[in-house]
């Protein structure tokens, strides 16, 4: 009766291995340094004009 060895991993070459991209820090900006003295300010992005509100309860809202 004979053993059977299990199948060895495939070997890894160096070239094959990708190292991960340095993680970049989150940027954090205020809601206040956003929206200044004002309740509303408009944000262009990839062409389209979003709206960024404070609500009467003091949450932020998102529209397109």
């Known amino acids: ?3 059977t060895l299990p199948a060895t991993p495939p070997a890894i ?3 094959a291995v990708v190292a ?3 993680a970049v820090p989150t940027k954090r900006i ?3 340094s956003l929206m200044g003295d004002g309740r509303e ?3 262009e ?3 389209r004009i979003y709206r960024l509100r404070i609500t009467q ?4 809202i998102l529209t397109a």
């Open 13 to 15: 070459h160096a070239a």
């Open 1 to 3: 009766m004979s053993t």
């Open 20 to 22: 991960a991209p340095a």
């Open 45 to 47: 992005h990839s062409g």
């Open 57 to 60: 309860l003091n949450k932020l």
């Open 30 to 32: 205020t809601s206040a």
């Open 41 to 43: 300010v408009e944000i």
